[in-house]
């Protein structure tokens, strides 16, 4: 066994985003891949009724699969997941849509291991103002409860589609750190999709992390990005805000073909109003080198080549998300 192969099976790996068209082949991929756990989305543009659809999906998923998922609920779960050799699945919103208008409906969602919420997807909702929105209201007073029940019931604050002025008032309002959970370094391509220096700086100075994405067109190289375009942003990353909290967030999403109805759907505003972006309907690539999610030892194997210690690896790869989660979902200091 290689060190980087040693490393990669001693590691908890925690990805913080996944949108895949899940089934028993991609729970198998996780295995493959090393992953101890995976937050996965269950809801962007959903409804209270649609969102809890989408749980149950999951809730059926984990007793199919029972020998190789697990649901996650608290961090001793993902221990737990690692310890079975089982992959925990977190589940987190895009969008706080589901909730319609009640806050009531928070603690419901998270007892049924909703335990990550972005407050707003790519446009304006009750809370605030997604990044594609024309003008980013910033966060609004309702928004400002919904921080408070979130940080109430143990629900950790996701701000990757949020837009610059709502993610930075929620930044300042927060009691609780928040994350990026899935984006890139506006530092290296000027796009508003990646975030800048002095945010993600923000976010990090709420003991919080911020997750590197694969998603090619973030990165300068685009669809020809390759895996050294993943170790560059990374690099980038520790070099700005410190190993303490950079983390993985890649946003696969295996088996939603391009064009197709699932990223149409999710790329128009509401699901069915204006086009936002194009990227449902055109080929996004994931970086060459981990384009799946069973590659993920060979990013272990680029990050000791340039110099990261197993620590620092560790820490990227699941121990800054398990001291974020202890202290948003279990009230740790």
Known sequence: MTEAQALHEEAILIDGLNICNWDREIFEEYRKGGVTAVSCTAAVWENFRDGMLEVSKWLNWYEEHSDIIMPVHSTADILEAKKQNKTGIILNWQNTSPLEDRLQFVPLFKKLGVGVMQL??????????GYLESNDSGLSDWGKE???????????????????????????????PVAFTHVLPRGLLDKPRNKSDELMQAVAGTGGIVGFSLFAPGMKNGNDSTIDDVVEAICYMVDLLGEDHVTVGTDFSLKHPRPGPFLEWCNMDKGDARWLTQFGSKPVNK???????????NLTEALLKVGFSHERIKKIYGENWLRVLRQVWEGEK
């Open 120 to 129: 707003t997807y790519n446009t304006q909702n009750y809370a605030g103002s």
């Open 146 to 176: 919904l921080i408070d029940a979130m940080g109430e019931w143990g629900v950790l604050c996701d701000l990757s589609h949020v837009g610059d002025k709502t993610s930075a008032d929620v930044v300042a309002y927060s009691k609780k």
């Open 287 to 297: 970086p060459k080198g981990i384009e799946r999610i069973k590659e993920f030892p």
